[in-house]
């Protein structure tokens, strides 16, 4: 558990240093790699560990030059569950308790991942607004690098098939408020890399 209460510690950055980057990196593979072995209660723990944590966790997209040695863990930890509850023999070795549980701190989670991207949608934006001049097209553009930097949208993906019809509406309207800003497509297509390209109506709610 210290390691999920401790993310940015551990993975607020990357080190200049190749050889303790490379610990870094090799650490949050072995950690994301026994998630894969975890079962409903134990992931449950971890991820309310991380919400738990007093550390905000550095909720980064995959690739990101910054680090994304956390969001390569959560999203193995969310991916895991993904796993387990939608096997149709696993699942059923599951009381309601161990569901509530999980529901409990992933909805704690939910609530933490989107007040960090709506936080970090506002400041992208206030800060395009301020350095761009004032051109649609020019501040669009922007937008869209920008989010494909600082946007956890692989966390989001993850995070679908948890979510019950409420965190979805949050999640479409967080996409149709960013539309007239960034021009994206609702329906697909190419569409940046924004949660407007997340598939919603693709993936079952956990209250289908």
Known sequence: MAIFRH??????????????????????????????????????????AIVCSSEQPPLRPLGSSAGDGASVII????????????????????SVSHRALWQASFDAFFGLLTNYCLSKYESIMQMLFIQAPPSAAIIGSGATRAISREMP???????????NEQQRRKLLDFAQRSMPVTGFNTHGGDSGPLLLNLSLANVPSRDN
């Not at 949208?153 to 979510?163: D, F, K, V, W």
């Open 7 to 48: 993310l940015r510690f551990l993975f607020g950055g990357l080190s200049s240093d190749l050889g303790a980057a490379e610990t870094t990196t090799n650490l949050a593979r072995t950690v994301s790699s026994c998630m894969h072995s975890m079962e409903l209660s134990a992931l449950s723990a971890c991820l309310a």
């Open 75 to 94: 999203k193995a930890l969310l991916d895991r569950a993904t796993e387990l509850l939608t096997d149709s023999h696993a699942s059923t070795s599951y």
């Open 153 to 163: 949208i692989e966390l989001l993906r993850a995070s679908l098939p948890h979510t």
